[in-house]
């Protein structure tokens, strides 16, 4: 392609819309347009990577043995409605669009697929003879994010490679699990990017396990906790560890003592001469069902640890037949304005201990269940002598017992955050560290929920008619383009792994009026290209200069300059990563690239 015809715009000052590098660099060089909140125009240098990522990840997973197809993205409320996910997905998350149609039909644009393709199971997979099966299809998905940024890292709109896979039984759902857990892994490692297979959380849905494909990058939103040996790494949302030891408490007798300001750990820790291991710790929480309950949480834990919300949520959906609903929706330290709306008396806010009185909640609020819930993380449940709240500002008690002074909490529960620095249970000797990832992937062992939830059955060898085992499969191959920008840049722009870059050279003319410049620059555009590298050629009427730096910009591996050298049947050949330079004898440039590549 040549540049002079090409829609070719790019930036020198960084947009206004972007925060983090990859975004600012892919809209100055021109890859995409913003058209409305995450929603993009992937513009041909763009599409050119997007389309070789898709390349690979079919590559890969048709190698599993996986199957290609196309699912329509608008999907009938009903088949949501079996599922149970149409009212918290348009309504209580709100993540989905809706729409009714001429028809007064409720329709979706697809989120995701699992309903329609369990559809098509039940429809169409009658026998044990026609398992396993894995079908997979490259869409743009929908989704209305509730904080949708940084580009194609968070759209409304983007593009996934989503696949399912249906089975007689879970052991062939774990042996197609750990396919596409090796096909993910080559995917990323032929896209040129640095990543982590971490443990993650699967959520209210349970099943035995899922895993999370990281490219390690600061920008990151997930945190991933590791151990240097390689044995471990998961998401904080599931990490485990141990927690560090308790330091015996010295207050062998019950007594209430005045700490004034001491509404913190630290600050009481500081007061007291006391470690935080010896506090216990009762943190609020409010919790939001799908059927609009809400429950307030008390949740009792060793005061050197922190409450992990994700695994609190799965706690608390464990919870929700209790009360009529069947998921969370949302989890929330109630501010102020919360409290306002039950709080029958100003809270004692600091100093908060496991039994405070029910008579804090009005009665009569709407919606609202008049009692506290109380659990009790197990950290906090070995505590002897331990220092807590008193419900009375300024005030706390040392010397406290479970079942003498504070009745232990109904239920106990293991909500504790792993942290960075904790020991490792595989192996005490290793201490978790901390990166940041982008979760590109996600591969999941479904079970059997949407599947029992829509009837998809099928008749195993005994003639028994059962539900099938699903698994589902996802990457998300435009946060991926971004990710690799995110891992991959410098000062002057972009730095493509060769695999995903859009072309993988560009024959730069400083002055397209040296006809010697030109005759040899086309002759070497046409060769590259006849051999099988791509390549663009920079023939624009514009300053040497400015075309390096698009160049740069761009991020094409490999630029040709047709200059000064030329006098000596030479051209400049530079490697974009290293900006290394060399002389290179025009006959010998199309079997050097073919070597670098
Ligand atoms: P996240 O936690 O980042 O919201 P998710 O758990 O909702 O992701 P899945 O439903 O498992 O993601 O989707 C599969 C993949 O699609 C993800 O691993 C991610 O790479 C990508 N993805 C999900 N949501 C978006 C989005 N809003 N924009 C771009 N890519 C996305
Ligand atoms: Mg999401």
């Given at each position: 392609m040549r540049l002079s015809q090409m829609l070719f715009v790019t930036l020198r000052e960084d947009p206004a819309e972007a925060e983090i590098p990859s975004h600012k660099l892919l809209l100055r060089a021109g890859y995409m347009r913003r058209i409305a909140s995450g929603v993009y125009a992937y513009l041909p240098l763009l599409w050119r990577v997007l389309t070789k990522i898709s390349e690979i990840v079919r590559d890969e997973l048709n190698a599993t043995g996986a199957q290609e197809c196309l699912l329509p993205q608008l999907q009938p409320s009903e088949l949501w409605k079996e599922s149970g996910r149409w009212d918290t997905y348009?309504?209580?998350?709100?993540i989905m669009f809706s729409l009714i149609d001429r028809r007064e039909q409720e329709m979706g644009l697809g989120p995701t697929h699992e309903e329609v393709i369990t559809a098509i199971a039940r429809d169409m997979i009658r026998s044990y003879r026609q398992l396993p099966l894995n079908l997979y299809q490259i869409q743009t998905k929908f989704r209305d994010e509730i904080r949708s940024r940084f580009g194609l890292m968070r759209g409304r709109e983007f593009i996934m490679k989503d696949a399912y896979s249906f089975h007689a039984d879970e052991d062939s759902l774990k042996q197609t699990y750990n396919d596409m857990y090796t096909a993910y892994s080559n995917i990323l490692q032929r896209c040129g990017l640095e990543f982590r297979a971490v443990d993650a959380d699967s959520g209210a849905i349970g099943g035995s396990g899922s895993t999370e494909f990281m490219v390690l990058?600061?920008?990151?939103?997930d945190e991933v906790l590791y151990t240097e040996d390689g044995q471990y790494a998961a998401n904080i949302e599931k990490a485990i560890s141990l927690p560090a030891d308790v330091v015996p408490s010295t207050f062998n007798t019950y007594e209430k003592l005045?700490?004034?300001?001491?509404?913190?750990i630290q600050t009481l820790a500081d007061f007291l001469e006391c470690s935080p291991t010896q506090i216990v710790k009762n943190v609020l929480y409010q919790v939001t069902y799908d059927n609009s309950h809400q429950v307030l949480v008390l949740i009792s834990i060793r005061g050197d640890q922190d409450v992990n919300d994700t695994k609190l949520q799965n706690e608390l959906s464990k919870l929700a037949d209790r009360y009529g609903a069947s998921t969370v929706i949302t989890l929330e330290v109630p501010d102020e304005a919360a409290q306002g709306k039950w709080a029958a008396k100003p809270l004692p806010l600091g100093y908060?201990?496991?039994?405070?009185?029910?008579?804090?909640v009005q009665s009569?609020?709407?919606?609202?269940?008049?009692k506290f819930l109380r659990l009790v993380d197990e950290t906090a449940v070995e505590l002897k002598d331990f220092i807590t709240g008193s419900n009375e500002s300024g005030y706390h008690t040392v010397g406290g017992n479970w079942n003498q002074e504070y009745a232990l909490p109904e239920r106990v529960v293991d909500v504790r955050e792993a942290q960075v620095g904790d020991r490792a249970?595989?192996?005490?000797e290793q201490i978790l560290q901390s990166a940041r990832g982008i979760e590109i992937g996600h591969i999941f062992q479904l079970g059997q929920k949407y599947s029992k939830a829509m009837g998809a059955t099928y008749t195993a060898e005994s003639g028994e008619e059962l539900p099938l085992w699903m698994g589902c499969y996802g990457v998300g191959v435009s946060r991926l383009a971004q990710a690799a920008v995110e891992q991959s840049y410098d000062k002057d722009g972009i730095i493509w792994p060769i695999a995903i870059a859009p072309y993988q050279a560009i024959v730069v003319v400083p002055n397209i009026g040296d006809d010697a410049q030109m005759k040899a620059a086309e002759q070497l555009y046409a060769d590259l290209n006849a051999a099988g590298v791509e390549t663009l050629l920079d023939d624009r009427d514009e300053r040497a200069g400015v075309k390096f730096k698009d160049a740069d910009l761009v991020g094409i591996p490999f630029r040709i300059v047709t200059g000064r050298s030329l006098k000596n049947g030479k051209v400049e050949v530079v490697k974009r990563a290293t900006q290394d330079a060399q002389d290179i004898a025009l006959s010998e440039v199309v079997s050097t690239l073919l070597s670098w590549m």
């Open positions: 348009t309504k209580a998350e709100g990058a600061e920008a990151g939103e005045e700490t004034p300001n001491t509404p913190t908060i201990a496991p039994d405070l009185s029910d008579d804090y009569g609020v709407k919606n609202l269940e008049p249970v595989h192996d005490p």
